[in-house]
T-cell receptor, first 114, second 112 residues
Framework: EAQVTQNPRYLITVTGKKLTVTCSQNMNHEYMSWYRQDPGLGLRQIYYSMNVEVTDKGDVPEGYKVSRKEKRNFPLILESPSPNQTSLYFC?????????????FGPGTRLTVL | SQKIEQNSEALNIQEGKTATLTCNYTNYSPAYLQWYRQDPGRGPVFLLLIRENEKEKRKERLKVTFDTTLKQSLFHITASQPADSATYLCALDDSGTYKYIFGTGTRLKVLA
């Protein structure tokens, strides 16, 4: 089944404790992206990657790191999480510039930073 | 400043009626605009894309229009059903950079 998977799905952590949220896709997509979704602010892009070893900042990159060492994986790293990073995180992949440039989203990771 | 806006309030309509959702943007020049559906607690799902040189696009009961002069896209669901109840998001690509900007979404509720 074609899909984007994220792990963990739920995470409660404390301020300053480094964490990684994994994202993997099995559709051979070149494009991958991370978003956070907050009430009233909508979906905001954190980082995106056009291909292996190529990453770019989205609208809200501060406090996050990413890496793209393999085509299928795009982990999101929070080196020193803070409470304002409590959010719902989505990973997405796609294959621009195809016909629709659609993004396929993962199921989400709900992160709480205490 | 750049922004993309959708009706912030929820939209309630009767089953069988046409729902119309609005997406307005300022200070962007998108080559295309996308619409997604999002159910509570789940990731968005792609519905339609309309390009800047297209006035209208249809897919089954869905219709999207795009007016680059007004900087507006309208999303219509005809013969709406309770199963259409969800939040609908519009998104655009910032000047072909693949840096995507999403609206905050409009929550649609179709009443039986």
């Amino acid at each position: 089944e074609a899909q984007v998977t994220q792990n963990p799905r739920y995470l409660i952590t404390v301020t300053g404790k480094k964490l990684t949220v994994t994202c993997s896709q099995n559709m051979n997509h070149e494009y991958m992206s991370w978003y956070r979704q907050d009430p009233g602010l909508g979906l905001r892009q954190i980082y995106y990657s056009m291909n292996v070893e190529v990453t770019d900042k989205g609208d809200v990159p501060e406090g996050y790191k990413v890496s793209r060492k393999e085509k299928r994986n795009f982990p999101l790293i929070l080196e020193s999480p803070s409470p304002n990073q409590t959010s719902l995180y989505f990973c997405a992949s796609g294959h621009p510039p195809d016909s629709y440039n659609e993004q396929f989203f993962g199921p989400g990771t709900r992160l709480t930073v205490l | 400043s750049q922004k993309i806006e959708q009706n912030s309030e929820a939209l309630n309509i009767q089953e069988g009626k046409t729902a119309t959702l609005t997406c307005n943007y300022t200070n962007y020049s998108p080559a295309y605009l996308q619409w997604y559906r999002q159910d509570p607690g789940r990731g968005p799902v792609f519905l339609l894309l309309i390009r800047e040189n297209e006035k209208e696009k249809r897919k089954e009961r869905l219709k999207v229009t795009f007016d680059t002069t007004l900087k507006q896209s309208l999303f219509h669901i005809t013969a709406s059903q309770p199963a259409d109840s969800a939040t609908y998001l519009c998104a655009l690509d910032d000047s072909g950079t693949y840096k995507y900007i999403f609206g905050t979404g409009t929550r649609l509720k179709v009443l039986a």
